[in-house]
């Protein structure tokens, strides 16, 4: 139907095909009426049998959307009207008008085998977070559902542009409402497949653009880990960059960053962001873990009841062994008086000094392991006072493991290798020691 040169409306001239697909068209067109015949944008529907009742939802959305948005790196609105009975065309058109944002998207500068710095990365996304800010918090919110590379605009003058409001969402979310599923595989996380989308949705596709921009890979093609992109491998970025965009990529709505603002605020103080959570803590344990890009504490408490149970089970013990000379008057009657307290008092002993060292000192052991990127501490202490510690150089810890017992059965505790020496915690049970095990391998990059 449309061509090159052609002039609809008696106002837009046609003057170059920007996309197509069945029943949509995208030009780039001139305003004849204008003062200085601006550039726009023309965007045509074809009303056909074929059109889903969707498509034409979303047309008509993003014009009633650009209508009411007034944002300097967001198309204005121009015009809305419908064709009919247009020369070489059986149907009717939809015909959307908008400004044209000159520049070049990302997705082109990707193609062309250009990489981004984590400078460049960074700037990008506070430009994005802005105009998230911006949209977000409308009333209803405004969420694009369709972040992407080619979806943003890079002009000269270094800002970036947010386009394509195709696939816009204009309706406040509501407990049990669903909405059409939209959005480009890869850049779109779990809960808008499942017809939802919140304006984290919108912070999981700037997450998974960046990782884009920052690895040349589409995050499509980049393996996974529990639905985590997996791209720190492929990258030399500052940890705090590569947390905060671990935040923002989060599988799960309840760990990701919710909101523009927050994540801006977020990126501002990433060194103090925890890593993604890789593995839970275990139901009950009171192992208090404080992790950041730079650092990380770990303190792991006495065994709260078995401390009290081994207290409990020497009480038992004691009044049975201080009985032992009663005892022995039962079976001797010669010299017994004079052997039994001397045998007593060994017993009593021997059974003190191994309840001691298996039960009652383990239970009250608690350990503080600190470590940032440059050193690390460890320190072992019995009823709160520190007995035993050391530590060294992070670089030198060569590997995280269970600690070995020469006794089957033994507690066991975490031990850390560094060069010739091991520093080992207190015993734990064994979730907790698998767990943090993973959590200390996780944090030194292992």
């Not at 008696?10 to 170059?16: A, P």
């Given at each position: 139907?449309?061509?090159?040169?052609?002039?609809?409306?008696?106002?837009?001239?046609?003057?170059?095909?920007?996309?197509?697909?069945?029943?949509?068209?995208?030009?780039?067109?001139?305003?004849?009426?204008?003062?200085?015949?601006?550039?726009?944008?023309?965007?045509?529907?074809?009303?056909?049998?074929q059109?889903?009742?969707?498509?034409?939802?979303?047309?008509?959305?993003?014009?009633?959307?650009?209508q009411?948005?007034?944002?300097?790196?967001?198309?204005?609105?121009?015009?809305?009207?419908?064709?009919?009975?247009?020369?070489?065309?059986?149907?009717?058109?939809?015909?959307?008008?908008?400004?044209?944002?000159?520049?070049?998207?990302?997705?082109?500068?990707?193609?062309?085998?250009?990489?981004?710095?984590?400078?460049?990365?960074?700037?990008?996304?506070?430009?994005?977070?802005?105009?998230?800010?911006?949209?977000?918090?409308?009333?209803?919110?405004?969420?694009?559902?369709?972040?992407?590379?080619?979806?943003l605009?890079?002009r000269?003058?270094?800002?970036?542009?947010?386009v394509?409001?195709?696939?816009?969402?204009?309706?406040?979310?509501?407990?049990?409402?669903?909405?059409?599923?939209?959005?480009?595989?890869?850049?779109?996380?779990?809960?808008?497949?499942?017809?939802?989308?919140?304006?984290?949705?919108?912070?999981?596709?700037?997450?998974?653009?960046?990782?884009?921009?920052?690895?040349?890979?589409?995050?499509?093609?980049?393996?996974?880990?529990?639905?985590?992109?997996?791209?720190?491998?492929?990258?030399?970025?500052?940890?705090?960059?590569?947390?905060?965009?671990?935040?923002?990529?989060?599988?799960?709505?309840?760990?990701?960053?919710?909101?523009?603002?927050q994540?801006?605020?977020?990126?501002?103080?990433?060194?103090?962001?925890?890593?993604?959570?890789t593995?839970?803590?275990?139901?009950?344990?009171?192992?208090?873990?404080?992790?950041s890009?730079?650092?990380?504490?770990?303190?792991?408490?006495?065994?709260?009841?078995?401390?009290?149970?081994?207290?409990?089970?020497?009480?038992?013990?004691?009044?049975?062994?201080?009985?032992?000379?009663?005892?022995?008057?039962?079976?001797?009657?010669?010299?017994?008086?004079?052997?039994?307290?001397?045998?007593?008092?060994?017993?009593?002993?021997?059974?003190?000094?191994?309840?001691?060292?298996?039960?009652?000192?383990?239970?009250?052991?608690?350990t503080?392991?600190?470590?940032?990127?440059?050193?690390?501490?460890?320190?072992?202490?019995?009823?709160?006072?520190?007995?035993?510690?050391?530590?060294?150089?992070?670089?030198?810890?060569?590997?995280?493991?269970?600690?070995?017992?020469?006794?089957?059965?033994?507690?066991?505790?975490?031990?850390?290798?560094a060069?010739?020496?091991?520093?080992?915690?207190?015993?734990?049970?064994?979730?907790?020691?698998?767990?943090?095990?993973?959590?200390?391998?996780?944090?030194?990059?292992?």
């Amino acid at each position: 139907m449309a061509e090159v040169g052609q002039v609809i409306n008696e106002r837009y001239q046609l003057k170059e095909k920007l996309g197509q697909d069945a029943s949509r068209q995208t030009w780039l067109a001139i305003d004849l009426v204008s003062q200085s015949q601006e550039l726009v944008i023309v965007k045509l529907l074809a009303v056909n049998p074929q059109m889903h009742l969707h498509e034409y939802n979303l047309f008509e959305r993003e014009a009633q959307i650009l209508q009411n948005l007034d944002h300097p790196r967001i198309p204005k609105y121009r015009d809305y009207f419908m064709l009919e009975h247009q020369p070489g065309s059986r149907f009717s058109w939809f015909t959307l008008v908008q400004s044209y944002i000159p520049g070049t998207s990302l997705q082109q500068i990707l193609d062309e085998g250009k990489h981004f710095s984590e400078a460049q990365v960074e700037k990008i996304a506070i430009e994005v977070l802005s105009i998230l800010v911006y949209l977000h918090e409308r009333i209803p919110p405004v969420i694009h559902r369709d972040i992407k590379p080619s979806n943003l605009i890079w002009r000269e003058d270094g800002r970036v542009y947010l386009v394509d409001f195709g696939a816009v969402q204009d309706q406040a979310v509501l407990e049990g409402a669903t909405f059409t599923v939209v959005g480009t595989y890869g850049y779109v996380p779990m809960e808008q497949f499942g017809g939802r989308a919140v304006p984290a949705s919108d912070l999981y596709a700037l997450g998974a653009t960046l990782i884009h921009l920052l690895t040349g890979v589409a995050p499509a093609d980049l393996p996974q880990h529990d639905a985590r992109i997996q791209f720190a491998d492929r990258v030399s970025l500052e940890l705090g960059f590569v947390n905060w965009i671990g935040k923002l990529t989060e599988p799960s709505l309840a760990e990701r960053l919710s909101t523009a603002r927050q994540a801006l605020e977020a990126l501002e103080n990433r060194h103090t962001l925890e890593p993604p959570i890789t593995s839970y803590k275990p139901t009950g344990s009171q192992i208090q873990l404080k992790k950041s890009a730079s650092q990380l504490e770990i303190r792991i408490p006495r065994r709260g009841r078995k401390a009290f149970r081994a207290v409990y089970l020497l009480g038992l013990i004691v009044p049975f062994v201080w009985q032992l000379p009663n005892y022995f008057n039962l079976f001797w009657n010669w010299n017994s008086y004079a052997i039994a307290p001397w045998l007593c008092a060994v017993v009593l002993g021997a059974i003190g000094i191994a309840i001691l060292g298996a039960v009652i000192l383990p239970a009250f052991e608690q350990t503080d392991l600190y470590c940032d990127r440059n050193s690390f501490k460890i320190r072992r202490k019995l009823f709160g006072v520190p007995y035993w510690g050391g530590g060294g150089k992070t670089s030198r810890i060569t590997n995280i493991c269970e600690e070995g017992t020469k006794r089957a059965g033994a507690p066991k505790g975490v031990a850390i290798k560094a060069g010739n020496r091991k520093y080992t915690t207190n015993p734990l049970a064994t979730v907790e020691r698998l767990w943090l095990i993973q959590e200390l391998k996780d944090w030194l990059g292992h």
